[in-house]
């Protein structure tokens, strides 16, 4: 803890439009105090009535992001953990719906008996509470960042700034700094930049009783000084801290910009934070590598929402850390399930390196990601499958190895002769949908003799999960025959966590999800060693063409001699 001994909160809302980057920016606000020494928790508010987003379907929300202890929460709580690779918690993501639940289970149990239970004071106290809790945790923080998901103006999002107008009140402006991110969009046709839409959502924001005391612009090209003097005037904010938010080719670069334009110190000048110089130096080296891999490599990714990706989120950020670990830029090639489905595995995987198959639920593109599995596995390119991507990789193992026909998932085919993939026992009595599955972290016992052993580099690995069907242990001693590795198991239930091929060069197959544990200075093992395989498959194809090349020439040059 900082000399004072008391907590900050910084509070983060946005503006104008959604999608701003609001998780991202709160997140590169935790690294420029992490960078100062600081011990930083950041909080996610959702102004929706879903209790969680684990039952919203991804077109909706995009990922579901599990943590350690099993909570469904909101996919910026992965990009709190990636920048500041701290592991959150069930406490860090608060929605409407938890809330109004909780205030409603108090009513019932008689908490408020004889008081009419109204928005303020229960709702806004028990925002109140929870924005405390975080932050007194096991030891309090120095800083608490609490983000407003939702734009200013949203009927949803009032509760939410209304309890902040109130808490920033209680703690005093010396404990309590309000950022506000919005979009200063460029206008072509008058080739000027526009502060109209930031002056209103100011003004929402002053109408309700909060005066941001930054404001961060996300813009496509440099704001011009006058534009900067022009907000701050009209918003009633310091020029200075009216930051530049442009729009950059990596995300990890968001921090040294942020620091770049002063951030840093007017958070700590205001707050009354101990004046030290950050260390950012990791974070310099991590953008370095982002942007000058020493080679680039193709890799698949198979999944059913390809249009959409944030459903893939956590994978595609686990990459890219993978990708800086190996020196490398991974190129995503996405490749719809559904499309293999119909046309066949051949003409989608030819020019990549190594294929992902993604989780999923439900029966569409399952058929065409079994088919990926099975062509990774013949033609020896490296597969790396998550949850659904491991069942199928089972799926086809037992098709076309042990030669049980229609093998499948009981999830796909209740009436499977071989549910090789089947319900895990403690899931048949469910019939609750919401914070039902397998969710969270559970340990997993390596073999010392597979990929993932040499992965990690160690015995025993925690990993997170959620799913409900699992490998089918009655199949085990058949699959096992006939090839297919069991690298890691559950210790207290004998459950299948990863499977791996023999006489393959890299094929690993996980039930959980390894894509939520990477971080960008730590990269996780698995898609590290993903992508180690992969670069050493390109080598070796680049290899035999080369000496393709050179028998076709030299075939050449006996014929033409011959002839001669
Ligand atoms: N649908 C599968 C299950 O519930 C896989 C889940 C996943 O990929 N996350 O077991």
Request: hydrophobic content about 35%; aromatic content about 8%; some cysteine.
């Given at each position: 803890?900082?000399?004072?001994?008391?907590?900050?909160?910084?509070?983060?809302?946005?503006?104008?439009?959604?999608?701003?980057?609001?998780?991202?920016?709160?997140?590169?606000?935790?690294?420029?105090?992490?960078?100062?020494?600081?011990?930083?928790?950041?909080?996610?508010?959702?102004?929706?009535?879903?209790?969680?987003?684990?039952?919203?379907?991804?077109?909706?929300?995009?990922?579901?992001?599990?943590?350690?202890?099993?909570?469904?929460?909101?996919?910026?709580?992965?990009?709190?953990?990636?920048?500041?690779?701290?592991?959150?918690?069930?406490?860090?993501?608060?929605?409407?719906?938890?809330?109004?639940?909780?205030?409603?289970?108090?009513?019932?149990?008689?908490?408020?008996?004889?008081?009419?239970?109204?928005?303020?004071?229960?709702?806004?106290?028990?925002?109140?509470?929870?924005?405390?809790?975080?932050?007194?945790?096991?030891?309090?923080?120095?800083?608490?960042?609490?983000?407003?998901?939702?734009?200013?103006?949203?009927?949803?999002?009032?509760?939410?700034?209304?309890?902040?107008?109130?808490?920033?009140?209680?703690?005093?402006?010396?404990?309590?700094?309000?950022?506000?991110?919005?979009?200063?969009?460029?206008?072509?046709?008058?080739?000027?930049?526009?502060?109209?839409?930031?002056?209103?959502?100011?003004?929402?924001?002053?109408?309700?009783?909060?005066?941001?005391?930054?404001?961060?612009?996300?813009?496509?090209?440099?704001?011009?000084?006058?534009?900067?003097?022009?907000?701050?005037?009209?918003?009633?904010?310091?020029?200075?801290?009216?930051?530049?938010?442009?729009?950059?080719?990596?995300?990890?670069?968001?921090?040294?910009?942020?620091?770049?334009?002063?951030?840093?110190?007017?958070?700590?000048?205001?707050?009354?934070?101990?004046?030290?110089?950050?260390?950012?130096?990791?974070?310099?080296?991590?953008?370095?590598?982002?942007?000058?891999?020493?080679?680039?490599?193709?890799?698949?990714?198979?999944?059913?929402?390809?249009?959409?990706?944030?459903?893939?989120?956590?994978?595609?950020?686990?990459?890219?850390?993978?990708?800086?670990?190996?020196?490398?830029?991974?190129?995503?090639?996405?490749?719809?399930?559904?499309?293999?489905?119909?046309?066949?595995?051949?003409?989608?995987?030819?020019?990549?390196?190594?294929?992902?198959?993604?989780?999923?639920?439900?029966?569409?593109?399952?058929?065409?990601?079994?088919?990926?599995?099975?062509?990774?596995?013949?033609?020896?390119?490296?597969?790396?499958?998550?949850?659904?991507?491991?069942?199928?990789?089972?799926?086809?193992?037992?098709?076309?190895?042990?030669?049980?026909?229609?093998?499948?998932?009981s999830e796909?085919?209740?009436?499977?002769?071989?549910?090789?993939i089947d319900l895990m026992e403690t899931q048949i009595?469910v019939?609750?949908?919401?914070?039902?599955m397998r969710?969270?972290?559970?340990?997993?016992?390596?073999?010392?003799?597979?990929?993932?052993?040499?992965?990690?580099?160690?015995?025993?690995?925690?990993?997170?999960h959620?799913h409900r069907y699992e490998v089918n242990n009655?199949?085990?001693?058949?699959?096992?025959?006939?090839?297919?590795?069991?690298?890691?198991?559950n210790?207290?239930t004998?459950l299948?966590?990863?499977?791996?091929?023999?006489?393959?060069?890299?094929?690993?197959?996980?039930q959980?999800?390894?894509?939520?544990?990477?971080?960008?200075?730590?990269?996780?093992?698995?898609?590290?060693?993903?992508?180690?395989?992969?670069?050493?498959?390109?080598?070796?194809?680049?290899?035999?063409?080369?000496?393709?090349?050179?028998?076709?020439?030299?075939?050449?040059?006996?014929?033409?001699?011959?002839?001669?």
């Amino acid at each position: 803890m900082h000399k004072s001994g008391k907590t900050k909160y910084i509070f983060v809302t946005g503006g104008v439009v959604s999608s701003l980057g609001k998780g991202v920016a709160a997140a590169s606000i935790g690294v420029l105090l992490q960078a100062r020494g600081l011990r930083v928790t950041i909080l996610k508010f959702d102004p929706y009535i879903n209790v969680d987003p684990g039952t919203m379907s991804p077109f909706q929300h995009g990922e579901v992001y599990v943590t350690d202890d099993g909570a469904e929460t909101d996919l910026d709580l992965g990009h709190y953990e990636r920048f500041l690779d701290v592991n959150m918690s069930r406490k860090n993501n608060a929605t409407t719906g938890q809330i109004y639940y909780e205030v409603i289970t108090r009513e019932r149990r008689g908490d408020y008996l004889g008081k009419t239970v109204q928005v303020i004071p229960h709702i806004t106290n028990e925002i109140k509470r929870r924005i405390y809790a975080v932050a007194r945790d096991d030891q309090p923080y120095d800083v608490a960042i609490v983000e407003v998901g939702g734009t200013v103006g949203d009927i949803e999002s009032l509760p939410f700034l209304e309890a902040i107008r109130q808490f920033c009140l209680e703690e005093g402006p010396q404990n309590t700094f309000n950022i506000h991110l919005t979009l200063v969009p460029y206008i072509k046709a008058s080739g000027e930049m526009k502060t109209k839409p930031t002056q209103h959502s100011v003004m929402r924001l002053r109408e309700i009783g909060l005066q941001p005391n930054a404001l961060l612009c996300r813009c496509e090209r440099p704001m011009e000084k006058e534009v900067r003097e022009k907000i701050g005037l009209f918003c009633n904010v310091p020029p200075d801290h009216v930051i530049e938010a442009r729009d950059l080719p990596t995300i990890y670069q968001i921090p040294l910009v942020f620091e770049e334009e002063g951030l840093g110190d007017i958070l700590v000048e205001n707050l009354g934070l101990p004046k030290v110089k950050p260390d950012l130096a990791e974070w310099k080296k991590l953008v370095k590598r982002i942007q000058s891999p020493s080679r680039e490599v193709p890799i698949a990714i198979c999944g059913k929402y390809v249009n959409l990706k944030d459903s893939y989120k956590s994978i595609i950020e686990a990459f890219t850390h993978a990708g800086v670990a190996n020196n490398a830029h991974v190129r995503l090639k996405w490749v719809d399930a559904e499309d293999v489905e119909r046309d066949g595995p051949e003409r989608y995987f030819e020019d990549v390196a190594g294929i992902l198959v993604c989780p999923g639920f439900g029966s569409r593109g399952v058929e065409g990601k079994i088919q990926v599995a099975g062509y990774a596995r013949e033609n020896q390119i490296p597969y790396f499958g998550i949850c659904l991507g491991m069942q199928c990789a089972v799926i086809d193992f037992a098709r076309n190895v042990c030669g049980l026909e229609d093998a499948n998932s009981s999830e796909f085919d209740e009436d499977t002769p071989h549910p090789v993939i089947d319900l895990m026992e403690t899931q048949i009595d469910v019939s609750q949908m919401g914070g039902t599955m397998r969710l969270g972290a559970y340990a997993c016992d390596l073999n010392r003799n597979s990929h993932a052993y040499r992965a990690y580099g160690q015995e025993t690995v925690y990993e997170r999960h959620r799913h409900r069907y699992e490998v089918n242990n009655e199949y085990l001693s058949l699959l096992k025959k006939k090839g297919l590795v069991i690298a890691g198991v559950n210790p207290d239930t004998g459950l299948v966590e990863i499977v791996e091929l023999k006489d393959h060069p890299w094929f690993v197959g996980v039930q959980f999800h390894p894509e939520l544990k990477s971080r960008a200075l730590r990269a996780h093992p698995l898609f590290r060693e993903f992508v180690r395989a992969a670069i050493e498959w390109q080598n070796r194809r680049e290899k035999a063409d080369r000496r393709d090349g050179e028998k076709s020439g030299a075939e050449a040059k006996t014929f033409a001699n011959k002839r001669r």
